[in-house]
């Protein structure tokens, strides 16, 4: 398998087995999964288009609507209207919405360690340095979306 099949056929595995089914801060604040995964796209300067989120998640803009009202009654997140486009609903993380996303994950802790110990020790730690090396490799990959999108509002041209 190439490289990049490779990673689209076994991160959705990794995923699907270990994946949490409801979200508890050690606050007492509790979230669906599904509202934990919608965490974790969210930034709370960066607005996410409800679109884009409802794309992720493989549901219409209805529905992720219905998702995202709830999640705005519990306080994380708020839905603006885009100045630009003022048929484009905008939605950011509140201030509570990034301390449920920092304190929850969308996997189970349980099942991310079962998972971890059906390897020997060798194979695990190869299995944890890659992991971390595509966790550093996302995230200059967000470093650099948010210069190129910060370059285009000054006025520049992306990096």
């Known amino acids: ?47 996410t288009m409800v679109g884009e989120l409802a794309d992720h998640a493989g549901v219409t803009a209805s529905t992720m609507s219905l998702t ?22 905008n939605v950011r993380l509140t201030d509570l919405g990034v301390k449920m996303k920092e304190a ?5 802790p349980e099942r991310v360690y079962a998972m971890l110990h059906v390897m020997g020790p060798a194979d695990r730690r190869l299995a944890l340095r890659g992991l971390a090396l595509l966790g550093d490799a996302a995230d200059a990959l967000v470093r650099k979306n948010r210069r190129a999108v910060e370059a285009q509002v000054g006025g520049g041209s992306p990096p």
């Open 1 to 47: 398998m190439a490289d990049l099949e490779t990673a689209l056929y076994t991160l959705p595995r990794i995923i699907a087995a270990c994946r949490a089914r409801r979200i508890r801060t050690r606050s007492g604040i509790e979230a669906s999964a599904r509202q934990a995964e919608i965490l974790g796209y969210l930034d709370p300067e960066d607005p």
């Open 104 to 108: 929850t994950s969308m996997l189970d």
């Open 68 to 89: 995202l009202k709830r999640m705005e009654e519990g306080g994380l997140i708020v839905r603006e209207r885009d100045p630009a486009d003022r048929r484009v609903m």
